[in-house]
């Protein structure tokens, strides 16, 4: 298509634009309606003056009624309330339009412009835009704006996603943390004063003419020299760390309280090591509705595991929690500890840490009454991803081993009764087998 084809068609182009991004907003604003009024409080504030008009069909669906539901936050079968996701959704179609929009607005100012120069032009005057200046002008607006955008995510964003550790190597990883953000900050500041500062200071003039300056070994030296030596330090700063973390001595192993924590779609399996310390051996084989982790009561060690409906840990006491999987991979995370680790199908990975602070104290310190840590999944894994978690509590060693005396054993009166049976079938069989 040749190219005055193409500038013809471009009024037509912006007008389908125009019309496209008109029609699409009711439909947004009814469906943002819509939900409001289904919502769970059952609020019917800004509908209930409007006139009644033919709803369009809203682009997102309503067809739940949510006023009917209540969000337990429990079973996956519950239909999350549309109003929590959907009130002030617009799909990315909404803001690809309007960033179109945009542009079509600035071609049509720039071209506006042109004509005006032009037309200066013809009628002999020059031309009273400077353009090189108007240019470094935004480039000040534009530093001064992006250095503002830091401070404030890093001061708004920053104190809601970087949160203190509780435990002791997540201070370590803090420390990581802290010093490549340190590092890459003072980079980024430096580099972008000089970036924007430079065409800021310097527009393009007549009267100068820019110095050509190919080539510096010293300065290409020291460029190449400093983030090598930063990035080697980092990188070994985290290579030993990483090793802290998971290659823990022996001894130190034996001393943890140990724990099994296994993976399935969608829930967190917790048991507890019991008396010994030991956990028994599992076979997939023997999983079965009564014995739901494949548990093999004959290792004697598994008599006195013991099932915990949440993971319930002493304050400043390590932990090694065995990690595992009954269907596909999992992720184990516990934000607060900065534990994180796979949980696989067919193979234990571990994870050794010690919480430092007590539920109690953590919720003092965010003065939130209601904080409590929590264990996710961190793979999605299915539709019940989301809700894969579990609670986690850290209580005071006394308190520990109260609430672990209460927990039931795996190995309970049914248990027993059963493998009684089996052992008896086996035994009938037997002689049955010898007899013939
Ligand atoms: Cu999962």
Not at 29 to 45: L, M
Not at 356 to 374: G, L, S
Request: proline share 4%; net charge positive; hydrophobic share 40%.
């Amino acid at each position: 298509m040749g190219l005055k084809k193409l500038f013809k068609i471009k009024p037509i182009f912006t007008l389908l634009l125009i019309c496209a991004l008109g029609g699409s907003y009711p439909a947004f604003s009814q469906a943002s309606d819509s939900t409001r009024t289904n919502s769970i409080t059952g609020a019917v504030k800004d509908s209930a003056t409007a006139a009644p008009v033919t709803p369009a069909k809203p682009l997102i669906s309503t067809d739940v009624d949510t006023t009917q539901l209540s969000w337990t936050g429990g079973g996956i079968e519950v239909p999350k309330p549309a109003a929590e996701t959907s009130a002030e959704y617009k799909s990315a179609g909404y803001y690809v339009l309007l960033f179109l929009l945009f542009c079509v607005f600035l071609a049509i100012i720039g071209r506006v412009l042109r004509v005006y120069e032009l037309t200066n032009g013809i009628q002999g005057k020059a031309s009273k835009i400077n353009w090189n200046k108007i240019q470094s002008i935004l480039f000040g607006i534009a530093l001064i704006a992006g250095l503002y955008g830091v401070y404030w995510s890093y001061t708004v964003q920053g104190a809601m996603s970087v949160t203190e550790s509780a435990s002791v190597h997540g201070k370590r990883l803090d420390f990581m943390f802290n010093v490549t953000l340190i590092i890459t900050t003072i980079v980024f500041i430096l580099t972008h004063i000089a970036l924007f500062g430079f065409a800021f200071r310097y527009p393009g003039s007549d009267k100068r003419k820019a110095y050509f300056y190919p080539h510096n070994n010293a300065l290409e030296r020291v460029w190449t020299i400093v983030p090598a030596i930063v990035l080697t330090v980092l990188v070994l700063l985290g290579f030993f760390t990483w090793r802290s973390i998971t290659n823990v001595p022996e001894e130190e192993q034996r001393g943890a309280i140990s724990m099994e924590v296994t993976g399935e779609q969608f829930k967190w399996n917790i048991r507890y090591a019991g008396d010994d310390n030991q956990l028994g051996v599992k076979n997939y084989k023997l999983i079965n509705a009564n014995n739901n982790l494949g548990i093999d009561f004959k290792d004697r060690k598994s008599w006195d595991d013991k099932l915990g409906g949440e993971i319930m840990l002493p304050v400043n006491r390590p932990v090694r929690v065995t990690i595992g999987s009954k269907d596909i991979i999992h992720s184990f995370l516990i934000p607060d500890f900065k534990v994180q680790i796979n949980a696989v199908p067919g193979m234990a990975t571990y994870f050794q840490f010690t919480p430092t602070m007590t539920t109690a104290q953590m919720r003092e310190k965010r003065q939130d009454p209601a904080y409590d840590y929590v264990l996710l999944c961190n793979k999605i894994c299915g539709e019940g991803h989301y809700n894969m978690q579990a609670k986690v509590t850290v209580v005071t060693e006394e308190e520990y081993k109260a609430w672990l005396a209460k927990q039931p054993l795996f190995y309970n009166d049914e248990v027993k009764q059963q493998l009684r049976m089996a052992e008896q079938k086996a035994a009938k069989d037997n002689t049955i087998a010898l007899n013939k």
